[in-house]
């Protein structure tokens, strides 16, 4: 499994995250993960997150999906802002932040994907993972919370 | 006619970094197809292995999407530019409560659907079911196969271990390219093929008392398909503890054994052996063999009682021994009745959480070891070394006939259990070299020796696979 380095995420954004899994409850919710991968140094830093809505509206307790118009709207959010697109984030309610078989047929390599675990309504645990190269399965990546003091530039 | 690609940043990595490319084309799928020649790596992520490009993937034709025009065989023009936008998509691994079952899950278990005992009932029962094997070795195999195949809709795949050469002789899930590979992810990926509509879990991890009750806690019923003893009392106290069925499966050999442990009011593993055995009487699979199918008789009858616990059909084996002899080809039962003083499922529990249980079966360690026996050794090398000077050296091989008929150094056959029968057949005055198959038969050869007297005596160290590995290696090692 290729080293996937360090990945970190604001204590803010994290928080949006949270929030938006619980308002979303009992549905999935999901959206995109802003910010700059030093490929270099091995290190990937979430600045924003950029909620979006779920357009799967037959099965939202269990699916969530984005369509290309809304991958572009993240990618123009973030040239706007001078940021790439690492991820997508997205909450499994009820069930725990891993991925799923259907997760990992529908995923790229080098994106970030985050998934929430939101518990009757609560976020729990919020874990962030990489496709493997040959698609076989996720490498868990160490998400570090940022507290305002740590913000490297 | 230059046509640009343009290729999305995850999959740069793949491109050698490039942002872009331009290749001459006629269409889409021309220019897609020189993209994954000059990329090998990209394919996979665009197509499927049927060469289908993959749902998720959306192709753009100067911004216009291929499928409502002529989808890959779109034709292309110079200048024109190819965007590749993937739709994200994912959720979580089973549907919440499924209440129903969808046309192609109709189609696909119509034969259960048709049988009043079953019926679209019984089939959903069996999609809302979560069951947990423990091992995906020989008993795992067809567990995990027809669990799949009937629709349970959660699996969940427990085994820490890499398939190695030998399984394959009964370990029906793995095939060649599978050698190397972990057990649960390779099991994983044939449960996931064989039945796409299933949520299928791989676990690999080395189930331990740290981790076992959370582990259970998501699954109804635990099977039971593992090889050593620590784990089948681990297996065993951790279902008692939470309140769930234990489907247990053993083989040895020629013979086999199921039941159900850990039923609300049935005994448990340790109604029935309250002790485990000392360590190294009871041999595993690699020391005691097994014929490949015992395991597979075995493990579908486990998978035939998971089925009837969630379809609530039949008479299961609760309170009941199930014992198999292949040989015979005869099934005989033994009640099993819970012991009211059993310190885990009885009226009086002393048990309220799980133990160290390699301490408890007197093991320390991945495996059990052979008893340690401190005898004289002597390394492969150093034998080889002493034979070509033309030292005198009597090889005694205490290895069983059919052993001697794979491979053999050429020594004097003496079976270990026959060898305080024919000890007389040794001359104490030469130098003696035992030998078996991994070094442990030999040791007590060795060790009975010296007790009767021999002193000139040596264990090589290692055995005959040792021999194989630093000697010769054309010898087959088994």
Sequence with gaps: MADTGTISIGAESEERMRLHGEETYPYECCGALLGRDVADEGRREILEVFPLVNRREDSPRNRFSLSPRDVLAAEREAVTRGLDVLGWYHSHPDHPARPSEYDREHAWPWYSYIILSVRQGVTAEVRSWRLAEDRSQYAEEDLEVRRPEEVKR | ?478
């Design chain 2, 1 to 478: 006619m230059s046509v640009k690609v343009m290729i999305p940043t995850p999959l740069r990595v793949h491109a050698e970094g490039k942002a872009a490319a331009e290749f001459p084309a006629k269409t889409v799928a021309e220019a897609l197809g020189h993209l994954t020649a000059e990329f090998r790596d990209l394919k996979q992520h665009l197509f499927t292995k049927e060469g289908k490009l993959r749902s998720f993937v959306n192709v753009y034709l100067n911004g216009e999407d291929i499928r409502y025009l002529e989808q890959e065989n779109t034709a292309t023009k110079d200048g024109d530019t190819i965007n590749i936008i993937p739709s994200i998509a994912g959720g979580a691994p089973v549907a919440v409560a499924p209440e129903k079952l969808t046309n192609e899950e109709i189609l696909r278990y119509s034969r259960h659907l048709i049988m009043p005992e079953v019926g679209m009932e019984g089939q959903l029962k069996l999609k809302k079911a979560k069951v947990l094997l423990i091992g995906t070795g020989g008993l795992g195999a067809p567990l995990g196969l027809y669990l799949a195949a009937a629709g349970v809709g959660q699996l969940g795949l427990v085994d820490f271990d890499v398939v190695d050469f030998t399984n394959l002789q009964r370990q029906v899930t793995f095939g060649s390219s599978d050698v190397g590979k972990p057990k649960s992810q390779a099991a994983r990926a044939r449960l996931a093929n064989l039945n796409p509509d299933i949520a299928v879990e791989a676990f690999e991890t080395k189930l331990t008392s740290e981790n076992a009750l959370e582990l259970f806690r998501d699954f109804d019923i635990i099977v039971d398909g593992t090889d050593n003893f620590p784990t089948r009392y681990l297996v065993n106290d951790a279902c008692v503890l939470l309140g769930k069925p234990n489907v247990y499966g053993s083989i040895f050999r020629f013979e086999g054994q199921a039941t159900i442990f850990g039923m609300p009011d049935g005994p448990c593993y340790r109604c029935l052996y309250p002790e485990p055995p000392p360590p190294g009487l009871v041999p595993s699979c690699a020391e005691g063999g097994v014929l490949g199918v015992l395991p597979g008789i075995v493990g579908s009858i486990q998978a035939m009682e998971t089925i009837k616990l969630i379809l609530g059909a039949g008479r299961n084996l609760k309170g009941r021994l199930l014992v198999f002899d292949a040989l015979e080809m005869g099934f005989r039962e033994f009640k099993l009745r819970k012991n009211p003083a059993c310190p885990m499922c009885g009226e009086h529990r002393t048990i309220h959480e799980l133990i160290d249980y390699y301490e408890f079966c007197g093991v320390r360690g991945e495996e059990a070891p052979a008893p340690d026996l401190q005898v004289p050794e002597i390394t492969p090398r150093e034998l080889k070394a002493r034979l070509d000077k033309g030292d005198d050296l009597f090889i005694l091989d205490v290895r069983e006939p059919h052993e001697y008929q794979i491979c053999n150094l050429e020594g004097h056959l003496i079976p270990l259990g026959e060898l305080p029968r024919r000890v007389h057949e040794l001359d104490s005055s030469r130098e003696i070299v035992a030998h078996c198959r991994s070094g442990k038969r030999s040791a007590e050869a060795i060790d009975f020796l010296r007790k009767a007297g021999f002193r000139k005596i040596h264990n090589l160290k290692g055995g005959i696979l040792a021999w194989s590995d630093e000697v010769d290696p054309s010898l087959p090692k088994y």
